[in-house]
Nanobody
Framework: QVQLVESGGGLVQAGGSLRLSCAAS????????MGWFRQAPGKEREFVAH????????GYADSVKGRFTISRDNAKNTVYLQMNSLKPDDTAIYYC?????????????????WGQGTQVTVSS
């Protein structure tokens, strides 16, 4: 099994920045792609970003492209999400996810492990 623990959420004003972290433990050798998803109240969970095992390939939802950056440090078994130019629409619970498969999935169903989530609130 793999355990994922997110941190770094909080309250920030529009235009501000936050950096989320997700630390993995357990059978981390089984992890390939890692991703971030978010879920706002009353909405479905949506894809935000993903990154390949090597870190060399990344992908983003159109809504965050150019503002968010995903990265990972395999030595620390940690993935990050740097969020800049935050907007009120970015308010949501942000979840870290890990995939055993090699492809860079955008569907939540394709991810095998999930963190408990961290709240991000952007005030206008």
């Amino acid at each position: 099994q793999v355990q994922l623990v997110e941190s770094g959420g909080g309250l920030v004003q529009a235009g501000g920045s936050l950096r989320l972290s997700c630390a993995a433990s357990g059978r981390t050798f089984s992890i390939n792609t890692m991703g971030w998803f978010r879920q706002a109240p009353g909405k479905e969970r949506e894809f935000v970003a993903h990154i390949s095992r090597s870190g060399g390939v990344t992908g983003y939802a159109d809504s965050v492209k150019g503002r968010f950056t995903i990265s990972r440090d395999n030595a620390k078994n940690t993935v990050y999400l740097q969020m800049n130019s935050l907007k009120p629409d970015d308010t949501a619970i942000y979840y870290c996810a890990a995939q055993r498969g090699m492809w860079l999935a955008v569907r939540a169903d394709d991810y095998d492990y999930w963190g408990q989530g961290t709240q991000v609130t952007v005030s206008s």
